[in-house]
């Protein structure tokens, strides 16, 4: 059995881009109503427990990225570990579908488990999709820890360039694979999609590709609108992707940050409060090839950066960052 989860009003973007020496960035907002996330470290072989019951794991592989400590885990925002697979969660406009019932031997989980899940477990989406059958997010209100349950739908990518789009409005999880290079909240993806055809030239040959391209339409915009400067989930996919495609590719790992910073600020939601809850607390970056992660909270207008080094690989203690949401320039 299935229940489902009403949404609100929601926000957050991602964005894949890919240098012309092959680098990948993988960027988002976090558009929510208080920091409270900041970068953290979990080592290899980290023990934690699920919400939903009890179940133990045991992490394969190190993580960095953005999140809490809960009692008995992380709580994941957006990650990258040793593998170069990177996921985003990102809140879901329609609302999932949540289990409320387990299928035997398949795995449970909250749905705010579902990133710290996956990278410390997979190394790639290849092993992602040939698993995905036995996940299934949990219900929260028969749980051993009950949990809210939030309405959340996932962004995933790795050094293959794919982007995949898990969203749990049905069991087995829906997968999406997206050839446009970014994700926000909307209901229904390829509806979304399809409105892009106002503002691009979308290349004939796009839909048969597995991964995203650097440039997605036939560079001719004669004739097409330019976008709205609207917030909602479909006004900052449709202004994400205009300015990827309208940005100069970059030629490497460290223009492609720049780059992909300037992008975000097209989507960046500013502080205010009489008209709408939400802002972005945060964004972050990952490099995907050099586990490069860049971290900026609203306040800072400086970014973090830190690396997932192979030194940082060898630590047992998992390290919590200390954030200071406050002017910094340098």
């Known amino acids: 059995m299935i229940v489902g989860v009403k949404g609100g009003k929601v926000m957050c973007t991602s964005i894949l881009q890919i240098a012309n020496d092959g680098t990948h960035v993988f960027s988002r907002t976090m558009d929510w109503t208080s920091l409270q996330a900041g970068p953290v470290f979990v080592p290899r072989e980290y023990r934690w427990q699920t919400d939903y019951n009890d179940r133990s794991f045991q992490n394969k592989y190190g993580i960095l990225g953005t999140g809490r400590k809960?009692?008995?885990e992380f709580d994941i925002s957006d990650g990258i570990n040793e593998c170069g697979l990177s996921v985003q969660k990102l809140t879901f406009s329609h609302g999932a579908k949540l289990n409320q019932e387990l299928d035997m031997g398949n795995v449970g989980l909250a749905p705010f488990e579902l990133p710290f899940y996956l990278l410390g477990k997979y190394k790639s989406i290849r092993e992602i999709i040939a698993d995905i059958e036995n996940i299934q997010l949990m219900s929260g209100?028969?749980?051993v820890r009950p949990y809210?349950?939030?309405?959340?739908h996932y962004a995933i990518t790795d050094r293959s360039g794919q982007l995949l789009i898990l969203e749990p409005?049905?069991?087995?999880?829906?997968?999406?694979v997206n050839n446009y290079g970014v994700v926000t909240n909307a209901?229904?993806?390829?509806?979304?999609a399809a409105k892009l055809a106002d503002y691009l030239n979308i290349r004939s040959n796009l839909v048969a590709q597995r991964q995203v391209p650097q440039r997605i339409s036939t560079g001719s915009f004669a004739g097409k609108k330019v976008p709205s400067s609207s917030y909602t989930p479909t006004g900052r996919f449709l202004r994400a992707v205009y300015y990827r495609e309208r940005t100069d590719i970059p030629e490497n790992e460290s223009e492609n940050f720049v780059s992909s910073w300037h992008i975000?600020?097209?989507?960046?939601?500013?502080?205010?409060k009489k008209y709408q809850a939400n802002y972005t607390v945060y964004r972050t970056a990952f490099c995907l090839e050099t586990r490069?992660?860049?971290?900026?909270?609203y306040n800072s207008l400086l970014p973090i950066e830190i690396s997932l080094s192979d030194e940082m690989l060898l630590r047992k203690e998992a390290k919590i960052y200390e954030v200071n949401d406050s002017l910094a320039l340098g």
């Open 187 to 192: 209901a229904d993806f390829e509806k979304q």
């Open 141 to 143: 209100e028969d749980a």
């Open 70 to 72: 809960r009692q008995f």
């Open 169 to 176: 409005d049905q069991n087995p999880m829906k997968m999406i």
């Open 264 to 272: 975000l600020n097209s989507v960046v939601v500013p502080k205010s």
């Open 292 to 297: 490069r992660y860049f971290f900026e909270s």
């Open 148 to 152: 809210e349950n939030p309405h959340l």
